[in-house]
């Protein structure tokens, strides 16, 4: 039996449809199975060094607050959540959140790493069930609080009209009646 053209044709079209769908299904494995670029030890270094006080975002926010006259303590023991600054003649906690770590919803920053996601979901919602207590202990006890994201410090670091907007929206919040504010 001798092919025609348009079987040969047939043939080498299936072939390539073929090669092209186990292509598709093991770049699916592949994605489902994502190698770490780093060895163990080394991802546990980096994450062993990632501080939970006096990170590079809160110490910006602090000098910016301490040069504008404004005094505060830092990481305050009797205050719910142990804000990083508590303003106590404004009765308002700070908090200088990572959008990785407490979910910045909508923001780049607050990605869900490819390796171990049930443990990394776990640990997320863990997190923002934290949050959820603490803004309600504050709330319970009066106290003002104000969340500054860490996307929010980035830009105030590149643009100087940004970080005036924030520093005077901040600022207004300090001084107002309303009860908590995100920046």
Same mark, same amino acid.
């Given at each position: 039996?001798?092919?025609?053209?348009?079987?040969?044709?047939?043939?080498?079209?299936?072939?390539?449809?073929? =090669?092209?769908?186990?292509?598709? *299904?093991?770049?699916?494995?592949?994605?489902?199975?994502? %190698?770490?670029?780093?060895?163990?030890?080394?991802?546990?270094?980096? %994450?062993?060094?990632?501080?939970?006080?006096?990170?590079?975002? *809160?110490?910006?926010? /602090?000098?910016?607050?301490?040069?504008? @006259?404004?005094?505060?303590?830092?990481?305050?023991?009797?205050?719910?959540?142990?804000?990083?600054?508590?303003? =106590?003649?404004?009765?308002?906690?700070?908090?200088?959140? @990572?959008?990785?770590?407490? /979910?910045? +919803?909508?923001?780049?920053?607050?990605?869900?790493?490819?390796? /171990?996601?049930?443990?990394?979901?776990?640990?997320?919602?863990?997190?923002?069930?934290?949050?959820?207590?603490? /803004? =309600? +202990?504050?709330?319970?006890?009066?106290?003002?609080?104000?969340?500054?994201?860490?996307?929010?410090?980035?830009?105030?670091?590149?643009?100087?009209?940004?970080?005036?907007?924030?520093?005077?929206?901040?600022?207004?919040?300090?001084?107002?009646? !309303?009860?908590?504010? !995100?920046?």
């Amino acid at each position: 039996y001798i092919h025609t053209e348009a079987e040969n044709v047939a043939v080498y079209s299936q072939g390539v449809f073929e =090669r092209s769908r186990i292509k598709a *299904e093991l770049s699916e494995i592949k994605q489902e199975k994502v %190698m770490d670029t780093v060895s163990k030890e080394q991802r546990s270094r980096n %994450m062993a060094a990632i501080q939970s006080k006096n990170t590079r975002p *809160e110490i910006y926010l /602090r000098k910016l607050l301490f040069a504008r @006259g404004y005094r505060y303590g830092l990481n305050s023991k009797s205050v719910p959540g142990h804000p990083d600054l508590y303003l =106590r003649k404004y009765n308002t906690a700070v908090f200088v959140h @990572g959008c990785y770590w407490h /979910r910045h +919803e909508g923001c780049k920053y607050a990605y869900t790493p490819k390796s /171990r996601m049930e443990f990394w979901e776990k640990k997320f919602a863990a997190n923002q069930r934290r949050d959820v207590v603490v /803004r =309600r +202990e504050l709330a319970e006890r009066n106290v003002k609080y104000a969340i500054v994201w860490e996307c929010t410090i980035k830009k105030m670091e590149k643009d100087s009209q940004e970080k005036e907007h924030i520093m005077g929206k901040l600022e207004n919040f300090l001084v107002s009646a !309303e009860k908590s504010v !995100e920046l």
